[in-house]
C-alpha cells in the first residue's frame, strides 16, 4: 500500500470514530432533554396545584371563617367602637 492509502485509511477511521462519538453525545442530550421535559411537567402540575390551594385559602368567606373561629374576631359595631380624641 502506498503511503496516499495509509492517510485515506487513517482519515476515514478517524471520520467513522468522530461520527461514532457525536452520535452518542447526541443520545446522551436526547435523554437528559427528556428528563428535562418530565420534570417540566410535574413542576407545572404542582404550581397548579399550588395555584389553586392559594385561590381556595384567599377566599373571603375562608378569611371571615378563620377570623371568627380562631382570632376570635367578631364583626365591628357602633356600640363597641372607640373614638379618641386628640389631646390639644
Known sequence: MNRATLTLLALLLICALSLVAAQQRARK???LQER??????????????LEYEQRNLSKSARIRDVARNQLRMSPISPERT???REAK
Open 29 to 31: 442530550l436526547f435523554i
Open 36 to 49: 428535562a421535559q418530565i420534570e417540566e411537567r410535574k413542576l407545572n402540575q404542582e404550581w397548579l396545584r
Open 82 to 84: 372607640l373614638y379618641l
